[in-house]
C-alpha cells in the first residue's frame, strides 16, 4: 500500500519561510496530489491541490500568494514551499493522494493521507 510521511515542520517565526515534503513509498506519479492542515479544535482544510503532472495547481484563498505547491514524480515526493507566514498558518499539516476526480478541497477524494506534520508560527 502507498504511504505517505511528512517532513519539515516546526517552529517559525511569523513572516518565515517553511518547506515541507512529502515522501511516498508507492505510486503516486499518476495521482494528484493535496495538502491539507488542521488547527486545534478545527476543522480540516484543504491548502492546496497539484495535478498528477504538475499542469495544475490550485489553492485555499488563504494561501494564495504565499505557497507553492510542487512535485517530483521521480522522488515521488510533493513539496509545499510556504512563505510570509502567518500566527494563522499555525496547524498539522497533511498530505494526500487523490484517488477519485471531483472538487480537489473535498477530504473524500482522497484514499492515502500521512500522519501529519506540525508548523507552528510565532510572533
Known amino acids: 500500500q502507498v504511504q505517505l510521511v511528512e517532513s519539515g515542520g516546526g517552529l517559525v517565526q511569523a513572516g518565515g519561510s517553511l518547506r515541507l515534503s512529502c515522501a511516498a513509498s508507492g505510486r503516486i506519479g499518476y495521482y494528484a496530489m493535496g495538502w491539507f492542515r488542521q488547527a486545534p479544535g478545527k476543522e480540516r482544510e484543504f491548502v492546496a491541490y497539484?495535478?498528477?503532472?504538475?499542469?495544475?495547481?490550485y489553492y485555499a484563498d488563504s494561501v494564495k500568494g504565499r505557497f507553492t505547491i510542487s512535485r517530483d514524480n521521480p522522488k515521488s515526493t510533493v513539496y509545499l514551499q510556504m512563505n510570509s507566514l502567518k500566527l494563522e498558518d499555525t496547524a498539522v499539516y497533511y498530505c494526500?493522494?487523490?484517488?477519485?476526480?471531483?472538487?480537489?478541497?473535498?477530504?473524500?477524494?482522497?484514499?492515502?493521507w500521512g500522519q501529519g506534520t506540525q508548523v507552528t508560527v510565532s510572533s
Open positions: 497539484i495535478s498528477w503532472n504538475g499542469d495544475i495547481t
Open positions: 494526500a493522494r487523490q484517488f477519485r476526480t471531483g472538487a480537489v478541497t473535498t477530504t473524500s477524494l482522497y484514499d492515502y
